[in-house]
C-alpha cells in the first residue's frame, strides 16, 4: 500500500508540472507572435483558450484514450503552425485498433513541442514530425537536425514523459537517435494501472 501511495504522489507532482512548462512555451510563442503580427496574436490567444479549456478537462486524469489526445496535438500543432508556416509539418498515422489505449494527458503534445523547439525548419527544409502506432507502441519521428543556437526551456520534455511512465508502467519509454532523425517510442498502456 505505502509503494501504491507513493507512485500515487509522484505522478500528483510530475502531473502538476506539466500545465507550467506548456505555459511558458507558450506564452515565448505569444511574444513572438505579437511581434510578427497582431491579427496572429488575437487568433493564437484564441486557440490558446480553447487548448486550456481542454486541458481542464483531462487535467485530473492519469491516463486518457488516444483517441481524446489526439485532438490536443491538433489544437496545439495549429497554434505553432501559425507561428511557424510551412516550415512544420505534421502527419498523423493512428491504426483504429490504437484509438483505445491509453496515454498520460499531453504527451504527444510535449514530443512534437521538443521536435520543434531543438530542430531546425526552413520554407526549403520543412521539418516533418510523423506520429504513428504499432501493436504496442505509439512512436513520434522527425529528422535530426538540431538548432545551432539553443532555445530557451525547462528542459523538462522528454524527462517529464520517463518519470510518468517509469510511474505508470515497467515498461520504459525508448529512444533511437541517428546522424538523420529522432524517434521516441512510448509504450501502449491498454489498461489504468
Do not use: C, W
Not at 490536443?72 to 505553432?80: D, P, Q, R
Amino acid at each position: 500500500r505505502m509503494e501504491k501511495e507513493k507512485a500515487r504522489f509522484q505522478l500528483e507532482a510530475l502531473r502538476s508540472q506539466v500545465n507550467p512548462h506548456f505555459l511558458f512555451n507558450s506564452f515565448n510563442t505569444l511574444i513572438g507572435l505579437i511581434e510578427e503580427d497582431k491579427d496572429k496574436a488575437v487568433e493564437h490567444t484564441e486557440q490558446l483558450s480553447d487548448f486550456f479549456r481542454n486541458i481542464l478537462q483531462v487535467r485530473d486524469k492519469d491516463l486518457i484514450p488516444l483517441s481524446e489526445e489526439l485532438p490536443l496535438l491538433n489544437t496545439y500543432f495549429k497554434l505553432e503552425k501559425q507561428r511557424f508556416g510551412a516550415r512544420i509539418a505534421l502527419q498523423v498515422d493512428i491504426p483504429s485498433f490504437a484509438l483505445q489505449s491509453l496515454i498520460p494527458p499531453l504527451t504527444l503534445q510535449l514530443l512534437v513541442e521538443n521536435a520543434i523547439k531543438h530542430n531546425r525548419a526552413t520554407d526549403q527544409d520543412p521539418l516533418l514530425i510523423e506520429v504513428g502506432a504499432t501493436s504496442d507502441a505509439i512512436r513520434v519521428r522527425n529528422p535530426f537536425r538540431p538548432r545551432t543556437t539553443a532555445t530557451a526551456g525547462t528542459g523538462y520534455g522528454l524527462e517529464s514523459i520517463r518519470q510518468r511512465y517509469q510511474v505508470l508502467t515497467d515498461r520504459p519509454i525508448q529512444l533511437e537517435v541517428t546522424d538523420s532523425f529522432f524517434e521516441v517510442r512510448i509504450p501502449l498502456i491498454t489498461q489504468a494501472p
